[in-house]
């Protein structure tokens, strides 16, 4: 029951941009730290940015500039806002979960929104 679906993804020309939605369902929201991932062909799966459950933001430092994440807890909600997009950014973006406890760390997964920058 628990799900993470991904939205807003599509093809934008280099210097565009483009905001990623994820909506969550069937657990704690707010207990969660979000985070955006990507992953390209033929390369490992890469942290994007995270927001805690408090609201504080990290960032891939070749994303920092370009990139903000936020969430809306009230509508179990995480965003993505992309901007000067780069045809380096093309990759399958995954919303991403997870609650980190004394004893366990739980994960979830979405199953992804394509982003290709390309003109």
Do not use: H
Request: with cysteine; aromatic share 14%; glycine share 10%.
């Amino acid at each position: 029951q628990v799900q993470l679906v991904e939205s807003g993804g599509g093809l934008v020309q280099p210097g565009g941009s483009l905001k990623l939605s994820c909506t969550a369902s069937g657990f704690t929201f707010s207990y969660y730290a979000m985070s955006w991932y990507r992953q390209a062909p033929g390369k490992e799966r890469e942290l994007v940015a995270r927001i805690s459950s408090g609201g504080m933001t990290i960032f891939a430092d070749s994303m920092k500039e370009r990139f903000t994440i936020s969430r809306d807890n009230a509508k179990n909600m995480v965003y993505l806002q992309m901007n000067f997009l780069k045809p380096e950014d093309t990759a399958v973006y995954y919303c991403n979960a997870r609650a980190t406890y004394v004893w366990n760390t739980v994960d979830y997964w979405g199953q992804g929104t394509l982003v290709t920058v390309s003109s």
